[in-house]
């Protein structure tokens, strides 16, 4: 079976800059999550969707950080404007439900660098 | 809010020596426990997961972990590593009894695994 799809893989901006990632889940998979992993860090959550629906995006920054699920399939996250800081690499993971324990499955990742 | 410590920036082990990770964790309910491993510029690959039962759990590429509750650890081992088992080893927790899969990394340690 397919996994957890991303694009792109390497990004670089200027500060003030937008950006846009998109993820496809694996087929079947409702809840879709999108981590930030600053370099030396753990991933960290930043939302998480079941369906098209937010279930939790406590951490992130919506100040300047968006996310959508518009048919519950495919995600897209965008930073506007982006700050040196958002230099991470962004992972896209998904799970069959959101029941606890259900095993998260992760993309490649979309390495950002900010200049 | 849930922890996970993972002590260890670095192991080095020799090919066909046993290797150990090691994870402690702090949750206020029942965790359920995860180790995922990162290759360069790739994302993460889940390896094992406790949920219940039985305390060893086994998992990909002979990896194996030993869910302590009373030293609230959950450390990675395989009796016989691997130079190709070289990479970043991630150690993840959710609260069992939230209904959220928000998944909490630890900040990773880099097994090296010399011929």
């Known amino acids: 079976e397919a996994g957890v799809a991303q694009s792109p893989r390497y990004k670089i901006i200027e500060k003030r800059q937008s950006v846009a990632f998109w993820c496809n889940p694996i087929?079947?998979?409702?809840?879709l999550y999108w981590y930030q992993q600053i370099l030396g860090q753990g991933p960290k959550l930043l939302i998480q969707?079941?369906?098209?629906?937010?279930?939790?995006d406590s951490q992130l920054p919506k100040d300047r950080f968006s996310a959508e699920r518009l048919k519950g399939v495919d995600s897209t996250l965008k930073i506007q404007p982006a700050k040196l800081e958002d230099s991470a690499v962004y992972l896209c993971?998904?799970?069959?439900?959101?029941?606890?324990?259900?095993?998260?499955?992760f993309g490649p990742g979309t390495r950002l660098l900010v200049l | 809010a849930q922890s996970v410590a993972q002590p260890e920036d670095q192991v080095k082990v020799a090919e066909g020596n046993p290797l150990t990770v090691k994870c402690t964790y702090s949750?206020?309910?029942?965790?359920?426990l995860f180790w995922y491993v990162q290759y360069p510029n790739r994302g993460l690959q889940f390896l094992l997961k406790?949920?219940?039962?039985?305390?060893l759990v086994k998992g990909s590429y002979g990896f194996e972990a030993e869910f302590n509750k009373s030293q609230t650890s959950f450390h990675l081992k395989k009796p016989s590593a691997l130079v190709s088992d070289s990479a970043l080893y991630f150690c993840?927790?959710?609260?069992?009894?939230?209904?959220?899969?928000?998944?909490?990394f630890g900040t990773g340690t880099r097994l090296l695994v010399s011929p």
């Open positions: 993971a998904s799970s069959l439900g959101l029941r606890s324990g259900e095993t998260q499955y």
């Open positions: 087929s079947g998979h409702a809840t």
């Open positions: 969707f079941q369906n098209n629906g937010v279930v939790d």
């Open positions: 949750v206020s309910g029942n965790p359920y």
């Open positions: 406790y949920i219940t039962g039985d305390n």
């Open positions: 993840a927790v959710i609260q069992g009894d939230t209904g959220f899969q928000k998944l909490v």
